[in-house]
């Protein structure tokens, strides 16, 4: 059965910082992207970040250069690396992988990210 477990949300002040990390468990198959969905209360599920196996990443346009995603592929583990935080950037960040086939399509629980003014 397949895991994935995220930390590092929470309560942050504008233009501060905070890090996520979402740890991948019980794949049968090989993870080709990791990545990170926001979810605002009057927004649907939208991409922040992606990375592939390979290191390609990909961003929102209003992330770049704010956010930076990582990954391990030995430890099946992703970071984002979130810096100069922003009221808008507050929302439930999902975890989510993904292996070759459609199927293989997980998602993790959420955490919460809240950005004060």
């Known amino acids: 059965q397949v895991q994935l477990v995220e930390s590092g949300g929470g309560l942050v002040q504008a233009w501060g910082s905070l890090r996520l990390s979402c740890a991948a468990s019980g794949t049968m198959f090989t993870i080709i992207h990791m990545g990170w969905y926001r979810q605002g209360t009057e927004t649907q599920r939208a991409l922040v970040a992606t990375i592939s196996a390979g290191g390609v990443t990909d961003y929102a346009d209003s992330v770049k250069g704010r956010f930076t995603i990582s990954r391990d592929n030995a430890k099946n583990t992703a970071w984002l690396q979130m810096n100069d935080l922003k009221t808008e950037d507050t929302g439930v960040y999902y975890c989510?992988?993904?292996?070759?086939?459609?199927?293989?399509?997980?998602w993790g629980q959420g955490t919460q990210v809240t950005v004060s003014s």
């Open positions: 989510n992988v993904k292996g070759r086939s459609a199927i293989d399509n997980y």
